[in-house]
């Protein structure tokens, strides 16, 4: 099992609680769904987690849903929070259990940094239709300075900015594995939630980025946190949403 696959095991019981969007529709899946052209499609989200997207999809915008993820912990929370309204499977993201062109679309949100990105786009490639949509949301690695844990965990702006594709790079990555009309959009979303919210994610190891660094440099962040953090926390959320189609 791999390192990420266990950190999500490990988080998926309070995943949604730590990380989920707190609109039931919010402004992201809205975009993705336009840029996708996702109403009533037949949707693979790889990499679903607990399965939150999937939900929103199905019951707001009329998608056969379809998720895998390589953490059986959170297929597991999937199947309990996503009320029976879309297929989930265990695996890995780069040998898909589907047919050839099974799908109209897919969805990474949030999972580029954390697969081989070749192999797996080169997998989902596959399992499109022609004219199939992949639709990514990733963040931009230019943005980790200026966002809330920066100042706390000295190695977070450089680790992440490593591991984080820029959108230059996905679109060289998409083209080589046999995307085309690529294209990359800016989205920009604020964020502000209270100091007890920001403590609990910080408590409860919420970002991969923590698996990465030394047990002291997390340790002395959240202490540095606990000392400093105001009572409400506001940034800006700056991702990426990238489209690329099968021919």
């Known amino acids: 099992m791999s390192g990420s696959t266990e950190h999500f095991d490990r988080l998926a019981s309070q995943y949604s609680r730590l990380r ?130 920066a100042p706390y965990f000295p190695s977070y702006v450089e680790l992440d900015r490593v591991r984080f594709p820029s959108g230059k790079a996905l679109r060289r990555e998409l083209a080589a594995a046999g995307f085309r009309s690529i294209q990359v959009v800016r989205f920009d979303i604020d964020r502000r939630f209270s100091r007890a919210e920001a403590l609990d994610k910080l408590h409860g190891r919420a970002y991969s980025s923590f698996t990465l660094m030394s047990d002291e440099e997390y340790e002395g962040g959240v202490a540095a946190a606990e000392a400093s953090l105001p009572e409400m926390i506001e940034y800006r959320l700056r991702l990426l949403n990238v489209v690329g189609v099968r021919p």
């Not at 695996?91 to 799908?103: H, Q, R």
């Not at 499109?128 to 844990?149: E, H, K, N, Q």
């Open 20 to 149: 989920a969007s707190p609109d039931y529709v919010d402004p992201l899946t809205e975009d993705v769904v336009e840029l996708g052209d996702l109403r009533g499609c037949r949707v693979l989200d790889v990499g679903c987690g607990t399965g939150t997207v999937l939900g929103v999809l199905t019951q707001a915008f009329g998608v056969t849903g379809v998720g895998i993820d390589a953490s059986p912990k959170m297929i597991e929370a999937a199947r309990r929070e996503a009320l029976d309204v879309a297929e989930l499977h265990v695996g890995p993201a780069d040998d898909l259990p589907f047919a050839d062109a099974s799908f109209d679309a897919a969805l990474m949100r949030l999972v580029v940094h954390l697969v081989d990105r070749p192999t797996v786009f080169g997998e989902t490639l596959r399992v499109l239709r022609p004219r199939g949509r992949l639709v990514i949301t990733t963040s931009d690695p230019d943005a980790f300075a200026s966002y809330w844990m």
